[in-house]
Structures are given as structure tokens and as C-alpha cells.
């Protein structure tokens, strides 16, 4: 299946900061009258940050995982003059251009790993999920899961890729455990990680690698240091995660591991799933 890239609209209205998100994200409205949440180009975090929503995003997307869709927003400036924010404002003029969206969830409601429903299959392709994109985000304390309609969504993969923050040795880094499973929320409910490894997998062909590596708009792959072209980025994107998967056997072993042990900490806390 070949994408033709994700669907890019224009931001009408700035409606509401969403205080909680740590990059002060925003609710907008676009030209198609949908409303979305914005991360901001401009935010602190920066265009890797989207870069990295994207790859991940759309990636948990072919995977099976349950993520809003991603659009590209294009924002005008001059919406800045309607805030009196100054903070908002600056964020606003200095992400004029191509911003990140992804489908707002009205009514949704943040994942309580104590009271919510999570089976076994999708907590442990989750996990599993995370732990090939690095995503060190979703503890109990921020978990970045929603609950929608009854159903778990997977929101904010802003943080996964961390590799791409500081790209020496990237080429080991790929194939290194990943120890932030120790403090994942679905740890506990992970009990089918070698399922999740075989789902998963036989999704994330070389070439599905390829389709979300290439939905990252150009212009935020520019000027990286140490590489010549915005293709040579795209290609070390591809390199790093096909890689990984490849060698998924040594790493998914670490997180059985983690399981276990959480599962014995949880037992004895009185836990019941
Ligand atoms: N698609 C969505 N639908 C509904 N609410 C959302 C959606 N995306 C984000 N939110 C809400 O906005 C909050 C902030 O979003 P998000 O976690 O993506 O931003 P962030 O700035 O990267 O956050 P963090 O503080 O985790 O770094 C979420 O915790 C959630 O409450
Ligand atoms: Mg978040």
C-alpha cells in the first residue's frame, strides 16, 4: 500500500492552549472545520519533536496501533494578533508555516492504569511498540493514552527517536535494550510480548519504514548537521529503524524481564489483572 502523504490544511481559528502538554500543544480549528491539537514547530521541543510524532505515529498507525490521525497544519502568523497571551503569541509567529495536528478526541479522557480497560494483545504491542521507537513517555505518571469511546488511543510520540537528538553512534544505538520499560504503564499488562513481536513485525515491512519515514515534510529534515542531504537524514531514519527491528530478539528479552519483574511487584501490591 503506497501513501500519498498526510492530508495538509490550514489553521482558521486558535481556540484554547491545552495547559497540560508540557510543549503548550493547542486546540485549532482548520479550514475543514475539524478540530485538532497543535504541536507547535516553534516549542521548545522543536522540529524533531514533530519529526519524531510523525515517523512513530504513523508508524504505530501501519503497526495496528490505535493513533489519532496526523495532518499537517499551515499556520498564518497573523492569527497571533487574536491572542493576548504574549507567550502564545510568540509561539504562534515563530511556528508560521508547517505544524504538526493530529484528530482532537472530544470527551476523551486520560488512561488510569488502575481503572481502566487495557487487554493483554494491545498492552503488549504498546510496549512492544515503544520499545522499538525508544518512546520513554508513557509512565503512570504521563501516561499519553487516552480512553475515547471506550477504546485506548496512543497520543504524543514527540519524545521517541531520542536517538535522533545527539545522531552519533546511531548505528549501535539501534540495536541497544531499552531500560525506560521498567517505568512503562503497560508494563504489568504486557503478558504477550512474544504475540506483539510476530504482529508487529510482519507489519513494519523495510518498505512500511520507508512510506512514514517519507511523510516527514522536507523542510523540517533540513540543515542537519553531519549529513549532506535531507535524503541521507530519511535514509538514516530507515537504516536505524529496520535495524532495530532486526534485531528485536535481544531487546524484546529485556523487556520480558521487566514484565516479570513487575508482574511479581504488582502481585504482591494486590494487583488482580
Ligand atoms: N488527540 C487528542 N485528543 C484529545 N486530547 C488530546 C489529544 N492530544 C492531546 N490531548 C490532550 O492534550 C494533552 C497534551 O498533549 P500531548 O501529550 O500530545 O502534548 P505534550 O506537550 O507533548 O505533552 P507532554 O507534557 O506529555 O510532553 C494530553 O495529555 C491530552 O490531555
Ligand atoms: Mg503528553
Known sequence: MSRTGLRRLRVTRYVKPLREGGSLPALVEGEDDGTYVLKFRGAGQGRKALVAEVITGELGRTAGLPVPELVLCEL?????????????????RASAGLNLGMDYLPGSLGFDPLASPVGAELASDILWFDALT???????HNTNLLLW????WAIDHGASLYF??????????ATRPFPAAKDH??????????????????????EAVQEAVGLVPQEWL???????????????????????????????????EAHDLARRTYRGRGGER
Open 76 to 92: 498564518d502568523p497573523a492569527l497571533a494578533q487574536r491572542e493576548p497571551d504574549p507567550e502564545i503569541q510568540d509561539l504562534v
Open 134 to 140: 525508544t518512546n520513554v513517555d508513557r509512565t503512570p
Open 149 to 152: 469511546h471506550g477504546e485506548v
Open 164 to 173: 535522533h537528538h545527539a545522531w552519533t553512534g546511531w548505528r549501535e544505538k
Open 185 to 206: 504503564v503497560l508494563l504489568p499488562f504486557a503478558t504477550d510480548l512474544d504475540g506483539a513481536e510476530e504482529r508487529i513485525k510482519s507489519k513494519l515491512t523495510e
Open 222 to 256: 533540513e540543515g542537519e548537521a553531519g549529513f549532506a542531504s535531507t535524503e541521507d537524514v530519511r535514509s538514516a531514519y530507515v537504516e536505524y529503524l529496520t535495524a532495530r527491528l532486526a534485531a528485536s530478539e535481544s531487546w524484546t528479552a529485556g523487556l520480558k
